[in-house]
T-cell receptor, first 109, second 112 residues
């Protein structure tokens, strides 16, 4: 069965500290992994998708098929990064996404 | 930047009543979706819609739910007889690639 696990409900760091938001997935086929961000009272926004291999707002994520992980990283957190972050799993034979439960990132000044 | 628009932002309804949640997807998008998020829980897939028909639906999407694209611009989710457990945030999304959705800002449905 497809499953996404985000083990941390809350991650609190100080500005300038490195951040790693963990995401593990379970899927037997070829996964498509995404990170979505939801700023306070705003809509879900696509942050990253693994196939594009890009860096958005300083965030990167590498798909590790051996560890079935897609952790989101940023070397120096900013206060404006405070938000809910959701990891999501898709696949080539379905267009639905399976979301994790989300991690709230709090960046303190 | 184009947006997916959802109305209303908040709807309160009595148990057993019918509700229609409305969405205007981005105009050149071909794939449409409804997701919901019960307070404190994960975002859950309800249904996907392509080429004027449902392409996939979850087990949550039972006979009480239906979707429609009545006029080529709106995409609606109807809940025929609401239950207390239908209270949630409902998100519409659209894409033209099958991935990398654009989400709407959601409709908070409260069933009392």
């Amino acid at each position: 069965a497809q499953r996404v696990t985000q083990p941390e409900k809350l991650l609190s760091v100080f500005k300038g500290a490195p951040v790693e938001l963990k995401c593990n997935y379970s899927y037997s086929g070829s996964p498509e992994l995404f990170w979505y961000v939801q700023y306070s009272r705003q809509r879900l926004q696509l942050l990253l998708r693994h196939i594009s291999r890009e860096s958005i707002k300083g965030f990167t994520a590498d798909l590790n098929k051996g560890e079935t992980s897609f952790h989101l990283k940023k070397p120096f957190a900013q206060e404006e990064d405070s938000a809910m972050y959701y990891c999501a799993l898709g696949s080539y034979n379905t267009d639905k996404l399976i979301f994790g439960t989300g991690t709230r990132l709090q960046v303190f000044p | 930047e184009p947006e997916v628009t959802q109305t209303p932002s908040h709807q309160v309804t009595q148990m057993g009543q019918e509700v229609i949640l409305r969405c205007v997807p981005i105009s050149n998008h071909l794939y449409f979706y409804w997701y919901r998020q019960i307070l404190g829980q994960k975002v859950e897939f309800l249904v996907s819609f392509y080429n004027n028909e449902i392409s996939e639906k979850s087990e949550i999407f039972d006979d009480q739910f239906s979707v429609e694209r009545p006029d080529g611009s709106n995409f609606t989710l109807k809940i025929r007889s609401t239950k207390l457990e239908d209270s949630a945030m409902y998100f519409c999304a659209s894409t033209n690639t099958g991935y990398g959705y654009t989400f709407g800002s959601g409709t908070r449905l409260t069933v009392v």
